[in-house]
């Protein structure tokens, strides 16, 4: 088992930055794949990014160039930072983990409680 504690979301206003945290307690953490996905109100969870237990990364194009994950795997923890913060990146942002390396998916093996993160215009 995997247990995932998000934190760090908040309210922003449009153009300013956020960092999420999760923490990762259980099994080895070093040995998962990472990925932060969302979900807005009335809408399907999305993939946002991931990063591989190597530190390979990768991006929904909506968020390249503004969002950069990261690992910290002496702290077993994942991060998200968020720049440059658009109205239509409010959502509840989770955290997830999961052994195959098909991160884009939706069918991770565990999951977080969630974050809720508002950008006001």
């Known amino acids: 088992q995997v247990q995932l504690v998000e934190s760090g979301g908040g309210l922003v206003q449009a153009g300013g930055s956020l960092r999420l945290s999760c923490a990762a307690s259980?099994?080895?953490?070093?040995?998962?794949?990472m990925g932060w996905f969302r979900q807005a109100p009335g809408k399907e969870r999305e993939f946002v990014a991931a990063?591989?237990?190597?530190?390979?990364?990768y991006y929904a194009d909506s968020v390249k160039g503004r969002f950069t994950i990261s690992r910290d795997s002496a702290k077993n923890t994942v991060y998200l930072q968020m720049s440059s913060l658009k109205p239509e990146d409010t959502a509840v942002y989770y955290c997830?983990?999961?052994?195959?390396?098909?991160?884009?998916?939706?069918?991770?093996?565990?999951w977080g409680q969630g974050t809720q993160v508002t950008v006001s215009s």
């Open positions: 259980g099994r080895t953490f070093s040995r998962y794949h």
């Open positions: 997830a983990a999961r052994a195959n390396l098909n991160v884009r998916s939706a069918d991770y093996d565990y």
């Open positions: 990063i591989t237990w190597s530190g390979y990364t």
